[in-house]
DNA sequence: ATTTGTTTCAAACAAATGTTTGAATGTCAA
DNA sequence: TTGACATTCAAACATTTGTTTGAAACAAAT
């Protein structure tokens, strides 16, 4: 009973995630789902009540759950390199967020579809914000704040984390515009650059860089 | 002929405005924009030939007039205080972006438009990229490299303005995000506390913190 | 083979979408 | 005032939207 048509079920989520995270919820039909999934166009409404509920399942479903295996992935890149440095944590964040265990077209996606769900929050957001984003920043902030106690204030520690996190966002969102403004390939090569170049401004933007924590 | 009803057509040009940054441009009807500007619904088409015409003609005619004057108060407020500095420059930009000489509603609405452009590119984005953000990116270098000329190769320079704009608009477009992660009201001592922030990790990230540039 | 429950399917649903129409209203010079 | 034009309007247009329906196909246990 929920083995067979499983299939039917995932199908319609990876599929829904890819068109959602492409081109955003309302930009998408439950008929162009259905199409790209191969199954009967009731079956969402079937599996998941509604295109909403759809929406939300993929969250919870499939991203959470990538985006948490990815915090692990960046966990063991740490704790392989005892002591850390700001510059080792900064490097391993920026290679997940970049690069990671994913392919570049799932990455892509990944991150496209969390830009979209920020710059359009719905309900969902407080789920994902508890399940990920808030964890990962107390990892971050375990593994970063013993560099900076001059960081009396809360607030300015979670600035420069939240500042870390827009450029890494931004080098994703704004690609096509990257691409256009720059006139360079968004190729492997390119994102080798980038990542030095984002680690090394990071870096700085924490002031990190005057004392020898590299 | 065209004095007397232009009056509906910028009423139209603004509350389209104001709708597209609000929902983005899928999850806005004609009916919605028409109602607002209360007009007939036939005049989106009358005036603009279709909705996405008038989309366009939103950036056209609003949107890059607009952010052309904010570079002009920009570059006024540079002009003042020679010799420049990274920091000062840097200050400036930040105010422009998150201050300026708009009132917040209208910033807050000029930002989360071009970030939703930005998301989901359409054929207006080149008109914008060659009017506004080349533009600025020129204004930026001219005043930015001569401190650093330390950064030989052009890629690298850009790479850090890029970095600076993605931070800047990443405060605008993850508000909700950031005010339910960090638990603290967007008013306006706060983003003070965020200028200064802002401007201290962009020069940090420029690496200018370390030489009397400040 | 029959029953039970689950999943798929084509078809239809009401509601909402962007656009078009043609008449009515307004504007203003001749 | 008349005529020519630009603008507004209510109504209707054909599509597309998300959802529902009820029958058919399927699976697995009795």
Redesign the pocket.
């Known amino acids: 009973?929920?083995?067979?048509?499983?299939?039917?079920?995932n199908r319609i989520l990876e599929t829904a995630e890819a068109l959602f995270a492409q081109k955003g919820?309302?930009a998408?039909?439950?008929?162009?789902?259905?199409m790209a999934a191969?199954?009967?166009?009731?079956?969402?409404?079937?599996?998941?009540?509604?295109?909403?509920?759809?929406y939300m399942e993929v969250f919870r479903t499939q991203w959470v759950p990538r985006e948490l295996r990815m915090y692990e992935s960046f966990s063991k890149e740490l704790s392989k390199i005892e002591p850390h440095s700001p510059n080792l944590v900064i490097q391993a964040l920026a290679s997940a967020y970049l690069e990671g265990p994913l392919t570049n077209e799932e990455l892509k996606r990944h991150r496209q579809l969390i830009i979209r769900e920020i710059n359009n929050p719905t309900e969902v957001i407080e789920y994902v914000a508890d399940h990920t984003m808030r964890p990962l920043y107390r990892i971050l902030q375990q593994h970063l704040k013993p560099f900076f106690p001059e960081h009396s204030n809360e607030e300015s520690f979670t600035l420069d984390i939240l500042s870390i996190f827009g450029i890494l966002l931004y080098f994703n969102y704004s690609r096509p515009m990257i691409t256009h403004i720059t006139g360079e390939k968004y190729d492997n090569a390119f994102k080798t650059r980038l990542i030095t170049h984002l680690v090394r401004f990071s870096l700085n933007g924490l002031g990190a860089n005057g004392k020898d924590m590299q």
């Open positions: 009973m929920t083995e067979n048509n499983n299939n039917t079920k919820y309302h998408v039909s439950v008929r162009e789902i259905t191969k199954c009967n166009m009731a079956a969402v409404n079937y599996h998941f009540n509604s295109k909403k509920n759809l």
